[in-house]
Nanobody, 134 residues
Framework: QVQLVESGGGLVQSGGSLRLSCAAS????????VGWVRQAPGAKPAEREG???????????YYADSVKGRFTISKDSAKNTVYLQMNSLKTEDTAFYYC????????????????????????WGKGTLVTVFS
């Protein structure tokens, strides 16, 4: 059974940094495409924003324009953990952050009309809340 458990969320002042972690079990993050999706408080699920992704085939990283240059995704195969380093945080970064992992080794990062996604039917964590105050 696949489980993704996020941690590291919290309250941070604008301009500050946080690092989110996603501990995986039931799959090896080194073999699967993984990413982060966020949902602002009160937003509908359809309004979720894919913000970052690492492709399993070539390790290429992808970022939404809203976080490019500020956020960095990485993964540690030895710890079976995915990270999201978030710097220069803004109040508009306030959201629930979800870790996602592809359902198969073949699924990849894709850009759709609604933004960055992991293809297929990915697994989801339960999320961690990041609140950025000014």
């Amino acid at each position: 059974q696949v489980q993704l458990v996020e941690s590291g969320g919290g309250l941070v002042q604008s301009g500050g940094s946080l690092r989110l972690s996603c501990a995986a079990s039931g799959l090896t993050v080194g073999d699967y495409t993984v990413g982060w999706v966020r949902q602002a408080p009160g937003a509908k699920p359809a309004e979720r924003e894919g913000i970052s992704c690492i492709s399993s085939i070539d390790g290429i990283t992808y970022y939404a324009d809203s976080v490019k240059g500020r956020f960095t995704i990485s993964k540690d195969s030895a710890k079976n953990t995915v990270y999201l380093q978030m710097n220069s945080l803004k109040t508009e970064d306030t959201a629930f952050y979800y870790c996602v992992a592809s359902g198969t080794r073949h699924d990849q990062c894709i850009m759709t009309s609604t933004g960055l996604r992991v293809s297929g039917a990915p697994y989801w964590g339960k999320g961690t809340l990041v609140t950025v105050f000014s």
